[in-house]
């Protein structure tokens, strides 16, 4: 047996058989005996031959001997141990032979002597690459065989047998790797691809990322012999995907926020620390003007610093516009400290060992700057932190082009809505007024809300609150055209029901018009009116009356708040929402106490936070009660009510109008009837002139007089009687006469020839307003005159 030796075909591994010249098998070992299946006996005196599985191969076996000793292969029988490989030996050799000579015969199974050879070539094979460093360590973490390069760095010393680790690593490195190199030992669960890094104590420098893997080496009986350690390098890898990893991050950050302040913020942080120490992003001023930024050609550029990261607060001062000449390059550079010419303002990046710079360019326009700078402790940028720190600004660039061309057109959006609603307080003699209009977060910023407050003839007031389907500036466009319909109609002094019903033809007719078709619709279809739907909630109020009419195209209920405290909603029956047609409007006339308030909004101060409308309306209720307090006025009520329903982001607009009621005193009014006969005309002008006299109001008495006179004549001579002359004294003077005709007066120019004609062109001149309106019973003309103004 060679000492050392592991081969199966050794004398101290191998079945072995002693055979003569003639092959007749003369001893046995007990591994023979247990490969040939066969007893000591059995064998003793058989020939080889009688063994193999084809005895006439017999000669073939022997046609492979090449020497005294040689090897070879043999099949032998199924049940005799099957193919095999063979090393035959002569026991006696020289001049002191013995006849007849003797052989030893040894045997192994073919599969395992393949897998030894096999195994042999691995392991040689494996000590001789360097692509891989391995090492077999003993139980006291000695170095006791490596490969060629175990690590192929500086600092590592060729002779490594019998070293430690930390003879030659950084202490704390070692350490680490002594450590998992120890739980091996302990618990014999290998390792995979742990990474460690590694600096050696003669160039520390950054090191060196490896994967380490190790499993324990045990003895046949089951004895801890060490350990094998096989460390990969895998820095550039690691690198790479940190790399990624950062360009995945500084990705995700771009894509959350639509504020360039908060988005560069958020970038900012990223770079810091995973690519630098320090970042400064500085972004042009056209971002947060709304213009056009300068295109990329041009030398000089705006830009204001936005964001910074690895600085104190106040190390670069209060945030400055800062003018910037890029000299014709745009491409981004890597310098060192000392290669930057100073620009005349603090710069943090200049300050440091290394540093970085790249352009924000998108669409052809230059959108900004990015700046990194790191420490001596760190290696200098390379090319690849360049080329990363490009396509991070080239990603940067394109949402802060879309975050400016957002902001513009939600801003314009937002303005031409607001544009297109009245004030947020109104006040009238009759009515105070104060509202809440919050747009919507969505990607639009605005939809269809709107509500007015319309001053209407005889010091009443309507108020209006509305909803239009859908969001966008297409919304917008139908809430301005309903708006505009609504104060069309409202001129007109409609009741509530029948305005509605007008502008449900009116809806119905935009939706037409959008399809584009003049075909007629057949009985009971309906018409798709998408954006074109809309609920309203129509409402008139009459300070002499002290009542209001109200009616619903699919909106919900106001809400009374009476002086009391108490809160309660107004049983008005919605009717379908606008466009639908086909159904009427049920108007609603109820009593309004003086200091009453009435809201009225849309459904998304009910709808943001409770599923059912049933909650949403008595959670409403709830805050009108707490907050409609005595001493505390609209403007701070209303935003309150809307904080304590709508507490999150907003899915959809929240409108809220409160209006406070306040009627005109009775002894502000006075109200005669006369019947048709001429005669009563001077009794007319006598009364009036006597009314304003009490009222002291004696320097309107000619002209209401006159006013008077002509009113009362035309009713008399047109339309019979009864007619009703009325005085209201409130924001203006009122005189308004009324009458059964439903025939309203028309102004013309009279003829110089004519003796007529001229009552209402006088009446005109006169006065700063006049009108007419239809009644349940007929008419009213109405006047307006200012009042004089008192020291």
């Not at 590694?198 to 060490?226: C, I, K, W, Y």
Request: net charge negative; glycine share 8%.
């Amino acid at each position: 047996m060679t000492p050392g030796s592991d081969d199966l075909l050794d004398v101290g591994h191998a079945a072995g058989l002693v055979v003569d010249a003639r092959g007749t098998i003369l001893r046995s070992t007990p591994a023979a005996e247990n490969l040939l299946k066969r007893s000591a006996r059995d064998l003793h005196g058989r020939r080889v031959r009688d063994l193999l599985a084809v005895p006439g191969s017999w000669r073939a076996v022997m046609e492979q001997r090449d020497g005294p000793v040689w090897d070879g292969r043999a099949e032998l029988a199924p049940d005799a141990g099957g193919e095999v490989e063979f090393r035959v030996l002569p026991l006696t050799d020289g001049p002191h032979a013995v006849a007849p000579p003797l052989f030893l015969v040894l045997g192994a199974p073919r599969f395992l002597v393949s897998q030894w050879r096999q195994g042999h070539a691995f392991m040689r094979e494996l000590f001789l690459q360097d692509r891989i460093g391995l090492a077999v360590l003993d139980t006291e973490l000695r170095l006791m065989r490596t490969n060629t390069h175990l690590l192929p760095y500086s600092g590592v010393p060729g002779e490594l047998y019998g070293a430690r680790l930390a003879h030659f690593l950084r202490e704390e490195d070692a350490h680490v790797i002594d450590a998992r190199l120890r739980e091996v030992l302990t618990t014999g669960i290998p390792l995979v691809a742990a990474d460690v890094r590694v600096h050696t104590q003669v160039d520390p420098g950054a090191g060196r990322v490896m994967a380490l893997s190790a499993f324990r080496l045990q003895e046949a009986n089951g004895r801890v012999m060490g350990v094998t350690a096989l460390f990969v390098d895998v820095t550039d890898q690691r690198l790479t995907r940190s790399r990624l990893d950062l360009l995945h991050r500084a990705t995700s950050v771009l894509s959350t926020k639509l504020s360039a302040e908060a988005t560069t913020r958020d970038l900012a942080d990223v770079l810091v620390p995973a690519l630098a120490d320090v970042a400064v992003v500085e972004v042009a001023e056209a971002v947060f003007t709304y213009e056009e930024p300068v295109p990329e050609h041009r030398h000089q550029h705006v830009l204001r610093r936005t964001a910074t990261a690895g600085l104190p607060p106040d190390a670069l001062g209060p945030a400055t516009d800062i003018a910037v000449d890029t000299g014709g390059v745009l491409s981004g550079r890597v310098w060192s400290r000392g290669t930057q010419a100073s620009s005349g303002h603090p710069d943090p990046i200049g300050a440091r060992a290394y540093g970085m710079s790249v352009w924000l360019r998108a669409r052809g326009a230059l959108l900004g700057r990015i700046r990194v700078g790191r420490d001596r402790v760190r290696p200098p940028f390379t090319g690849e932190d360049l080329a990363l720190l490009e396509e991070i600004a080239s990603r940067t660039a394109l949402v802060l082009d879309n975050v400016r061309r957002y902001a513009r057109e939600r801003n314009a959006a937002v303005g031409l809505q607001r544009s297109l609603l009245p004030s947020a307080t109104t006040d009238t003699s009759t009515v105070h007024a104060a509202s809440v209009y919050l747009p919507t977060d969505t990607a639009t910023g605005v939809s269809g809300d709107w509500f007015d407050v319309i001053p209407l003839s005889s010091a009443r007031v309507a108020l209006v609150v509305g909803d239009v389907v859908g969001h966008g500036l297409q919304a917008t466009a139908t809430m301005a055209r309903m708006r505009t319909a609504v104060r069309t109609l409202a001129d007109l002094d409609l009741e509530p029901d029948e305005l509605l019903t007008h502008l449900d033809d009116l809806v119905s007719q935009f939706a037409i018009d959008a399809d584009g078709t003049e075909t007629p619709r057949p009985p009971g279809t309906e018409i798709a009116f998408g954006s074109f739907g809309a609920t309203c909630l129509y409402m008139t109020y009459d300070p002499v009356t002290r009542r209001c009419v109200v009616a619903s195209a699919g909106h919900p209920p106001p809400a009374l708040a009476a002086p009391d405290g108490s809160v309660t909603y107004l049983d008005v029956s919605p009717g379908p929402p606008l466009g639908v047609g086909g159904l009427p409007f049920e108007p609603l006339e109820a009593e309004v106490a003086d200091g009453s308030v009435l809201a009225l909004y849309t459904d998304g101060l009910i709808e943001r936070s409770h599923a059912d409308l049933d909650e949403g309306m008595a959670a409403l209720r709830h805050a009108l009660s707490s907050l409609l307090t005595p001493g505390r006025t609209l403007e701070d009520a209303g935003p309150g009510v809307v904080r304590s329903l709508v507490p999150g982001p907003l899915s959809d607009d929240v409108t809220l109008l409160l209006a406070a009621v306040r009627g005109v005193p009775a002894d502000s009014t006075a109200t005669w009837t006369f019947a048709a006969d001429p005669s009563v005309v001077a009794e007319a002008r006598a009364r009036v002139l006597s009314q304003l006299s009490r009222w002291d109001l004696d320097e309107l008495a000619f002209t209401t007089e006159l006013v008077a006179s002509e009113l009362v004549t035309n009713a008399i001579r047109y339309a019979g009687g009864p007619v009703v002359l009325r005085l209201i004294r409130a924001e203006t003077l009122i005189c308004e006469v009324s009458d059964g005709s439903g025939t309203q007066p028309r102004m013309r120019r009279a003829h110089a020839t004519e003796e007529g004609g001229r009552g209402l062109f006088l009446i005109a001149q006169l006065t700063d307003r006049w009108g007419s309106r239809y009644t349940r019973t007929g008419k009213t003309i109405w006047t307006e005159q200012s009042l004089p103004t008192r020291p």
